[in-house]
């Protein structure tokens, strides 16, 4: 792979084993480097300048904007300058719009709404970010809808909250706002016994562990003038209470812009959809590329009694690059990915706690 910033070639220019690149969340991503200190020969890198990875295919592997450089000088002479980047999600952070207000109109619309407004390639302040009005979910009915002065982040967030929709941007332009990421299967699986055609080869390590701290199998959402829904699998609840106690497992969110039973339900059933499941996760290292964030990937590891192979969704990829004696960059990823259902067509990550500081 190559780095480029504001077009301009740097993969040379980098130092070896400082390079981080990392998505999570719902395609959240982030991208950290170390320059050499005799990078001075004219071609400078400032915040608020494109960045992106080439892989060696030609293809963009990763795509936002340098948010920070940080250059140190010892004894009057540079040491390196490291460079931050994070994902076009970034971009809405410092993006404000102005007073809006609405009566009786779906989530979704405003979302498109605003996306014409503030960000489509027709706007004159165009951040050149791709619009697609299949992209964007209905949503829920809200009564009214008023705003002022936040950020586009903020208030995607608070649209997206009122139904569990999450909204993202990909490496060309694209944006989503929907209820649902769809999964496409991975081309590799992970396969301890070396019978799968397509398993990874270099497969370093595999863990496996299980925790219930996001699980949960009944889900209460209340809204505005006391409005209240909730949405419970009776199946997972049978299930814990095998091990002993009710089985009740609870979640609750409190969200002031639902304003009808019917999109409070909504909300319950889709923020269960998540956290329902078996909370098994799996993590596991690898040189291979091509792994993406919501692949269905397959793992077959009797050890761990995972037979089939049995299928997981990958929910975070963090590479770091390895020296290989050549100018491109080549790179060691850790694989973590949640286990689901062999029928799953639509998967809704979990809220990783950067995005909740990042909102504050």
């Given amino acids: 792979m190559k780095i ?21 969340g719902t395609f959240r991503s982030e991208l950290s480097f170390r320059l050499e200190p005799q ?9 608020g300048m494109r960045a992106y990875l080439e892989d060696d295919y030609g293809s963009i592997a990763w795509a936002g904007i340098v948010t920070g450089v940080n250059e140190v000088y010892r004894n009057e002479s540079r040491s390196g300058i490291t460079v931050r980047c994070k994902g076009y ?13 609405t009566l009786d109109t779906n989530t979704g619309a405003i ?8 960000l489509a390639t027709t706007s004159q302040t165009s951040e050149g970010f791709l619009y697609n009005p299949d992209l964007f979910s209905g949503g829920v009915p809200l009564e009214s809808y008023y705003v002022k002065g936040k950020s586009l982040a903020k208030v995607f967030d608070e649209l997206g909250e009122a139904d569990g929709s999450k909204w993202w941007i990909r490496e060309n332009g694209t944006f989503f706002f929907l209820n649902g990421i769809n999964i496409t299967e991975a081309m590799y699986c992970v396969d301890i016994t070396n019978t799968e055609p397509n398993r990874i080869t270099d497969l370093m390590s595999l ?3 299980k925790d219930m701290s996001d699980y949960r199998n009944v889900q209460t959402v209340y809204g505005a003038n006391g409005i209240r829904s909730e949405s419970t699998n009776t199946i997972m609840i049978n299930g814990m ?35 329902s499941n078996d909370n098994v996760e799996a993590s596991f290292l690898t040189n291979t590329y091509g792994f993406q964030l919501f692949d269905r990937v397959r793992i077959n590891a ?24 050549d100018r491109n960059l080549a790179f060691e990823y850790k694989i973590k990915a949640k286990i689901s259902s062999e029928g799953e067509t639509t998967f809704r990550p979990t809220e990783y706690w950067t995005e909740t500081i990042a909102r504050i």
């Fill in 4 to 24: 480029y910033v504001n077009g301009v070639d740097l993969t040379d220019k980098t130092i070896s084993g400082t390079v981080v690149w990392r998505r999570y």
């Fill in 39 to 47: 990078f001075s020969d004219g071609v400078s890198v400032s915040y």
């Fill in 89 to 101: 999600e970034a971009v809405l952070s410092h993006r404000f719009c102005g007073e809006y207000s």
């Fill in 111 to 118: 979302a498109r709404t605003l996306f014409l407004i503030y």
């Fill in 207 to 209: 863990e496996i562990s």
């Fill in 241 to 275: 209470a095998s091990y002993g106690g009710s089985g009740r497992y609870e979640g609750v969110m409190h969200n002031s812009l639902i304003t009808s039973e019917g999109a409070a339900t909504t909300a319950a059933v889709n923020i269960l959809r998540s956290y």
């Fill in 302 to 325: 009797p050890q761990f009694g995972l037979y089939g192979p049995t299928p997981f969704i990958i929910t975070e990829i963090t590479a770091k690059d390895r020296a290989t004696g």
